[in-house]
């Protein structure tokens, strides 16, 4: 692994002048950011080299008009790679389209690496980028999230280097992915929304590396569980005819090695292989050697998790199945933001603190939404153990994205899809989002899975929503319902997920990124009401949708993001909302549910019966009807026989899903019990829609009894206090949906009916 390495060899421009802007919120690591070498890790964690010079740091600086030439001077500095619109930058500035960045550094190339190639190397710049090695231009790069490398060795002259670099950003007036990001006064203001600080410019690791002139570029590595095999293709550059030695190691000792012409996929071994899981992330070590008849020429560390990722049927419902096996996915929407650095982690521990903190909360996946992080970040959700949902960022909304965007949009997602194939964590590729931008949803994936058919595609998350169109392939379906969660199905042919759900609100004060001007989907009045609620949403998706089909669920949202006051942290991340043990002890439950789930509850249909209150002290009360309302009233033999009538109840097949149950009136044949205003009663049915869901209540397991949840309401039940009849939710904020004894009165024990 490469997470140690230093970089060596590369003199800032000079930090004697400048200094950060102060943030409107500041993480546990902003002030931890050094201001030579920020981020001193090595960017590239599945092709390791040990000789390399990191650029990070203070570059010289200038903004010109959008058309304009390389400026005469650079009056200011920035901290790179921060974006200019960050305070971590010492920038903070609005940038428009307008606008055109320019950065200038000088470095010197270390003697010891004489006799090789020098590679300079971009994590990623957004959006359009050139460079210049001393007056040359070596260069040009279009795309805002894929990595991009020019070999500058011509252009150097043995002492003192310069580089150049200008970056023009449009962001959402262009035609180019742009994920959340708007142009936006980069102070904290009202409104907003769901959309975010623009980023502008180089946001990730520039670093220089000595290679040799044939060297390996990339590789391209896939688990086979088939045959127990790393099926591996090493890219190189100049390197024809060259042939390829990959080593698969573990704690130091071989496993497996095989050797393969350069470009062509080659098996390495992995027997009695340790398979990568969430809760066991093993990883194998990898070396992989460019080699000239016997002598090595070139060789980079890497690492690899073994695992594979499909649908198949399971108990004949479609489900995502790892290593074979089926595991609900439960995780959270993360959209990689930060007050003090926008698109770019304070430092390498910040990173990995939101990934660590999916994983303290008991989350075993993450979305991360419209946006593609560091390699960096997927090196932690390999080590850490989590499952990765990435999507492809999004074009602006609302428009119809021209041919020529079209084609850049593509080419950047296979760069994206190169860059982290390799990735073990990474299971599924979301290609668009909520119909933002979008155009042929079916063809592009179609593509995506051709060009990685390692992994499941999402077409297009949140088909229900917002004006996007499915296109009706890929291997899931993926619905969007706030607050949720809702009824996502399966299909003959994909798996059911809920790619976003969620969306409680708590505003913690002193931690709002604008005080007052925070927004929800449901805001909670209290941090308990925010626990109470949260764990009934993860509750009900066990009790109620796992069953029913629904294999995967994204929350929204990991932390607050400037003006959402949605996450389980706000976004400072100085604060944790919700109770940690508890989100994770719910979490666990709907994990372990669906690695041994529980038999279907079932009822006896086509008879009579009555329902009895199984809370204590309160157990000889039964649910009945009067004047058309639900209520519960003690019932014995001596009860007259109109009791005993409203007590008695037929059960049938439910009217919406005769997978459910409907509960007909005994002494009001045609009038069924439902829900309406959240009171239950007893009404005739109308023929609508509307009537015959209300009217229809799932069952699930409870505690001496069934308990029965809404059809069309999913997590909220059928609950009794005060002897009124009421539909509750866990959480919820009426005065019926009280936690007290929530479990025990939501349960129900089916007993004989009291008038047969």
Known sequence: ?????????????????????????????????????????????????????????????????????????????????????????GIQRRITEKDKLWYKRTFAVPSNWNGRRTVLNFGASDWQTTVWVNGTQVGAHKGGYDSFSYDITPQLNGGTNTIVVSVYDPTQTGGQAVGKQRINDVKPHNGGGIFYTAASGIWQTVWLEPVAAAHITRLDMTPNLGDSTLRVKVQAASASGRTARVTVSSGGTVVGTATGTVGSTVSVPVPNTHLWTPDDPFLYDVRAELLDGSAVTDSVGSYTGMRSIAIAKVDNVLRPVLNGKFVFQTGTLDQGYWPDGIYTAPTDAALKSDLQAHKDLGFNMVRKHIKVEPQRWFYWADKLGLLVWQDMPAMDTGKSPDSAARTQWEAEFHAVIDQHRSSPSLVMWVDQNEGWGQYDQARIANEVKAYDPSRLVDNMSGVNCCGSVDGGNGDVVDNHIYVGPGNTAPTGTRAAVLGEFGGLGYKVPGHEWFPGGGFSYEDQPSIAALNDRFVGLIDGIRVGQLPAGLSASVYTEITDVENEANGLLTYDRQVVKVDAARVRAANQALINASKNPAPPVTLPTGGYKSLRVTTPGYTNKYLRHQDSLAFTEVVDGSSGALLKNDATWKIVPGLANGNCYSFESRNYPGEYLRHRDFRVRREADDGSALYKADATWCAVAGTGGVRLTSANLPGSYLRHINSEVWLAAPGGGHDWDNPATFAEDTTWAVEAPWAP
Request: aromatic share 8%; hydrophobic share 35%; glycine share 8%.
């Open 1 to 89: 692994m490469s997470s140690a390495l230093v970089g060596v060899g590369a003199s800032p421009a000079g930090a004697a002048s400048w200094s950060p802007k102060t943030p409107p919120m500041t993480t546990p690591w902003t002030g931890q950011v050094p201001v030579d070498k920020p981020l001193p890790e090595y960017p590239r964690p599945q092709l390791t080299r040990s000789d390399w010079a990191n650029l990070n740091g203070i570059w010289d600086f200038a903004v010109t008009g959008r058309d304009a030439g390389q400026p005469s001077s650079f009056t200011e500095q920035i901290r790179v790679p921060f974006v200019a619109e960050s305070a971590l930058s």
